[in-house]
Structures are given as C-alpha cells and as structure tokens.
C-alpha cells in the first residue's frame, strides 16, 4: 500500500513543481477585503425580467451586492488590483458602472476604478433598473432612476468597505458538481427551435444543446485561517421564482444562509452565474420523479438547489483546505474589444412592425412592445449606415493557476465550455451578466429561431460570440504566455 501510495504522490508533487516553474517570476503578497450590503429598497419597486409590469409590495428575501477586492504587492510596491460586486439583480446597464465608478473614483483613490466588474445573479425578482420598460402607475412605487441611485450608493458603500477592509490572506480554489441548470431549448421535427414549451409531443426531437453541471469556487481565508469570502461560479440563472411579484434573491438566498450557518454570519458570498443564456433552473422532463424525491427529502424547489450547490461547494472546499497560497501573483487586464451586431433582415422588420400593431392595444403589453420597436430602431440605423459594432469591456484575471474572465451577455453555454476547454488554466471562472445583457446565441440556435435566438432577443451576432470567445481565449492565453 505504502509504495502504491508513492506511485500516486510523485506525479502530483512533479506537476506542483511544474506549475510553479509557469508562473511569472515576481514576489507577489495577496491582501483581500469583503463586504456585503443590503440593495432591496424600502419602498415598492418595479421588477425586472418579465414582459408584463409586476410591482413589488413584499420582499421574500434580501437581494445584496457582495463585494470582494483583491491586490497584490511586492513589499510597498502594487503589483495589481480587482474589485468584484456581485448583485442580486437582473442585468448591470452601463449607467450603474458609470456612477459606482465615479464614487469609487472620489471614495478610494488608490483604486483604479476600471478595475471594478460587477456582475448580475440574473434574478428576475430584483428592481429594474431602466426607465421607459415598464408603465409604473402607481404614485408610491419608486422609479427606476431613483432606485439606481440608490444602487450605486450601495454598490460604493460595498466596494469602499471592502477595499478598505484588504488585509493579508490566503486563497484557494476547488470544483464540485451539482446539477441546478437544464438547457431550456429544444428542437422539433421540423427544424425550428424554442425556449420552454412542451416537449411530451410526437415532434420533440431533443434538447438543443449542452449543459455544464461544475460548480467551482474560489475561498478566501484571513486572519487565523478564518473563511472570509467565497465566490461561487454555477452555469445557471437565478430564475427558479422568476413568475413571483415579490423581491426575492431567489436561490443564492438559502445557499448564503447554509453557508453562513456553518461558517459564519460574517462570510461574504459571491454568486457568479457562469455562460447560461439557454440555462434554466426549471426542469425540462423527469419533472415529476425530481418533485417526488424533493419532497420526501422535506424541500422546497429553492431549498433543493441550495442544497445541490452547498455540496458541490463543500467537495470543492474540502479539496482547497489542502492547498492555500498567501504568496499568489494577481494580474488584470481590461481590454474593449468590439463585436460583430445581428443584422434585422427585412422579413423580420415587417414580423416586428406587425407584433406591434397586434400587442400595442392594451397597456399591459407596453414591455413587449418596447421590445419590438427596437428592432425597427435598428434596421432603421442599419439603412442609414449608422450601426456600430457592439463595444464591450472585457476583463480577464489570473490568480494563481485560476482564470476568471467576465462578458455582458446572456451567453449560451456552448460558448463557455468554448473558453474553458480552450484555456490553460486548471479552472476558468467564466461570469456572464458582467453589462446589460442581452442573449448571444449560436448559428444552430439562430437558425432554429425561438425567443433568446432571434433578432428582438440579440444585440450580438453568433459570430459575434465565437469572436468573444476568441478574444477572451487570447487574453487569458496571453496571462499564461510570461514564464
């Protein structure tokens, strides 16, 4: 047993040596700082992510921005910085990163503010953010504009706190498997696609594309070997209670809670929802067998996904208890990079023109209408040569042998096993919902069509996600390229 025992402990000493022989040569310390606030406000809210006005009087759960920051040194010298703001909301438009920035900019001058990515849980039961979606009626809801100022201050506060928390500490990193998303497209006899719907018909030909069940996670331990942040990446949405009319955090709610009952209130949790645009939490078949089990386990739908993932973080953390590095190097690149837009072909000018004569009516539709007056917005821009290509910040970080990269989007998942398989990193961390969304699609899923892969659903093109993919594989590439 003892010279089997070898057998198995020289090759993972040997790639140890290996790995540490890749990095670049720099004395590098981490410091990190966490923070959690509250951003449900105290008044009713519109919600975001449904075609119809849900006004919401009760909060179920409390929607938070979790901030981590991150810089290394070399003695006195900052060799680089990150700040992350994970937040319980359904996208981030630009006029958020605008504001946070700009306090940032005056609240820690030390911090260079394009080094700031928050991203979105995508849940659907969070307050919208833009005006002009959604008719709000009611005198005591409180608008857009004034929630997003209120945003910002929090998402400050959160960044501030943190960053102004960074101490010495150890990171560490590991992988589990938990299945929370399903792909949520399928494809029938005929050839055209869709999100949702029944699939107990004669015409069900499959489901569209692939899923990713990994759950990987990074941990953060300060003082005393004290758990202080962790930040969760899981190939899925939060939209299990999308439908509801009440602010709920939806399943990060119960995984924060888990973990915090075992690790302390104090621990700060990210969840960053992985390349998911065709994931779901809803189950797509066998839904009937998944609910008989669950409730003889005694759980609600939210309580069993909580579950899932806090097992998968629980193998994952078992795994990094054994190696925490204090001496890690971080480094970050910010790059704009620039994406091919889906073009609005006639045919599908004339469709929208017409949705707008069919829904425009009755008030109630006025989300859905607004949805398809940008299209004719578009071909419009396009006829008059005025369409630029889509401009996006992209952020790619390595932090010891992990790489974690950000994008706007609602991106397919085809796309981020794309970025991983392609990566040289042991893990790569891909957060999607990093902007203001919109669905990127591959060429099979535009071609069959359905909401998420048509032309009112994407900004970008499909070849617009292979060039995100290729611009982010080269930016992480290039991270690993100093030996």
Same mark, same amino acid.
């Given at each position: 047993?003892?010279?089997?025992?070898?057998?198995?402990? $020289? +090759?993972?000493?040997?790639?140890?040596?290996?790995?540490?022989?890749?990095?670049?040569?720099?004395?590098?310390?981490?410091?990190?700082?966490?923070?959690?606030?509250?951003?449900?406000?105290?008044?009713?809210?519109?919600?975001? &992510?449904?075609?119809?006005?849900?006004?919401?009087?009760?909060?179920?759960?409390?929607?938070?921005?979790?901030?981590? *920051?991150?810089?290394?040194?070399?003695?006195?010298?900052?060799?680089?910085?990150?700040?992350?703001?994970?937040? &319980?909301?359904?996208?981030?438009?630009?006029?958020?990163?605008?504001?946070?920035?700009?306090?940032?900019?005056?609240?820690?001058?030390?911090? @260079?503010?394009?080094?700031?990515?928050?991203?979105?849980?995508?849940?659907?039961?969070?307050?919208?953010?833009?005006?002009?979606?959604?008719?709000?009626?009611?005198?005591?809801?409180?608008?857009?504009?004034?929630?997003?100022?209120?945003?910002?201050?929090?998402?400050?506060?959160?960044?501030?706190?943190?960053?102004?928390?960074?101490?010495?500490?150890?990171?560490?990193?590991?992988?589990?498997?938990?299945?929370?998303?399903?792909?949520?497209?399928?494809?029938?006899?005929?050839?055209?696609?869709?999100?949702?719907?029944?699939?107990?018909? @004669?015409?069900?030909?499959?489901?569209?594309?692939?899923?990713?069940?990994?759950?990987?996670?990074?941990?953060?331990?300060?003082?005393?070997?004290?758990?202080?942040?962790?930040?969760?990446?899981?190939?899925?949405?939060?939209?299990?209670?999308?439908?509801?009319?009440?602010?709920?955090?939806?399943?990060?709610?119960?995984?924060?809670?888990?973990?915090?009952?075992?690790?302390?209130?104090?621990?700060?949790?990210?969840?960053?929802?992985?390349?998911?645009? @065709?994931?779901?939490?809803?189950?797509?078949?066998?839904?009937?067998?998944?609910?008989?089990?669950?409730?003889?386990?005694?759980?609600?739908?939210?309580?069993?996904?909580?579950?899932?993932?806090?097992?998968?973080?629980?193998?994952?953390?078992?795994? *990094?208890?054994?190696?925490?590095?204090?001496?890690?190097?971080?480094?970050?690149?910010?790059?704009?990079?620039?994406?091919?837009?889906?073009?609005?072909?006639?045919?599908?000018?004339?469709?929208?023109?017409?949705?707008?004569?069919?829904?425009?009516?009755?008030?109630?539709?006025?989300?859905?209408?607004?949805?398809?007056?940008?299209?004719?917005?578009?071909?419009?821009?396009?006829?008059?040569?005025?369409? *630029?290509?889509?401009?996006?910040?992209?952020?790619? $970080?390595?932090?010891?042998?992990?790489?974690?990269?950000?994008?706007?989007?609602?991106?397919?998942?085809?796309?981020?096993?794309?970025?991983?398989?392609?990566?040289?990193? $042991?893990?790569?961390?891909?957060?999607?919902?990093?902007?203001? &969304?919109?669905?990127? +699609?591959?060429?099979?899923? *535009?071609?069959?069509?359905?909401?998420?892969?048509?032309?009112?659903?994407?900004?970008?093109?499909?070849?617009?996600?292979?060039?995100?993919?290729?611009?982010?594989?080269?930016?992480?590439?290039? $991270?690993?390229?100093?030996?």
């Amino acid at each position: 047993m003892r010279q089997q025992s070898c057998k198995i402990i $020289l +090759p993972i000493a040997a790639m140890s040596l290996l790995f540490l022989l890749s990095l670049p040569v720099m004395a590098a310390t981490l410091h990190v700082g966490a923070q959690s606030t509250s951003i449900t406000p105290d008044a009713p809210v519109a919600l975001a &992510g449904q075609m119809h006005t849900r006004i919401a009087r009760t909060v179920e759960s409390e929607v938070q921005a979790n901030a981590l *920051a991150m810089e290394s040194r070399d003695g006195d010298t900052v060799l680089d910085q990150a700040l992350f703001v994970a937040c &319980g909301l359904a996208y981030i438009p630009q006029n958020v990163y605008a504001g946070a920035r700009a306090a940032l900019n005056a609240r820690i001058p030390d911090f @260079d503010a394009n080094k700031l990515i928050i991203s979105a849980t995508h849940t659907h039961t969070a307050p919208t953010t833009i005006e002009g979606l959604y008719i709000i009626d009611e005198e005591d809801v409180m608008r857009p504009a004034a929630y997003v100022e209120f945003l910002v201050e929090r998402i400050a506060d959160a960044a501030e706190a943190a960053w102004k928390g960074r101490k010495p500490a150890k990171a560490g990193w590991g992988m589990g498997h938990a299945v929370v998303g399903y792909n949520r497209r399928s494809f029938f006899e005929d050839g055209h696609g869709q999100m949702y719907g029944n699939i107990n018909i @004669d015409s069900f030909r499959g489901i569209e594309g692939p899923e990713d069940h990994a759950v990987e996670v990074l941990f953060f331990w300060g003082e005393g070997d004290r758990l202080i942040a962790t930040a969760v990446n899981v190939v899925c949405p939060s939209q299990e209670v999308e439908s509801r009319s009440a602010v709920n955090a939806d399943f990060w709610h119960p995984v924060r809670e888990g973990l915090k009952a075992k690790y302390g209130k104090d621990l700060v949790v990210l969840g960053w929802p992985g390349a998911a645009g @065709d994931q779901s939490p809803h189950i797509r078949y066998r839904k009937a067998a998944e609910d008989r089990m669950r409730e003889f386990r005694g759980l609600t739908r939210l309580d069993e996904i909580a579950r899932r993932i806090i097992d998968a973080w629980e193998e994952a953390y078992e795994g *990094a208890q054994r190696e925490k590095f204090d001496d890690v190097p971080l480094q970050h690149i910010v790059k704009p990079i620039e994406l091919p837009r889906r073009a609005v072909t006639q045919e599908e000018y004339d469709e929208a023109k017409a949705e707008i004569v069919k829904w425009s009516p009755d008030p109630k539709n006025h989300r859905r209408v607004v949805w398809h007056q940008e299209v004719l917005k578009r071909f419009e821009r396009q006829k008059a040569g005025e369409v *630029a290509p889509y401009s996006m910040e992209l952020h790619a $970080l390595r932090l010891g042998d992990v790489a974690i990269t950000s994008n706007d989007f609602e991106l397919f998942t085809q796309f981020g096993i794309q970025m991983k398989a392609k990566s040289p990193a $042991l893990h790569t961390f891909v957060i999607q919902l990093a902007g203001p &969304g919109t669905y990127v +699609p591959t060429p099979h899923a *535009a071609a069959g069509g359905g909401y998420s892969a048509i032309v009112q659903s994407n900004e970008v093109s499909p070849e617009g996600g292979q060039a995100l993919v290729d611009e982010t594989v080269a930016a992480v590439k290039g $991270l690993w390229a100093e030996k």
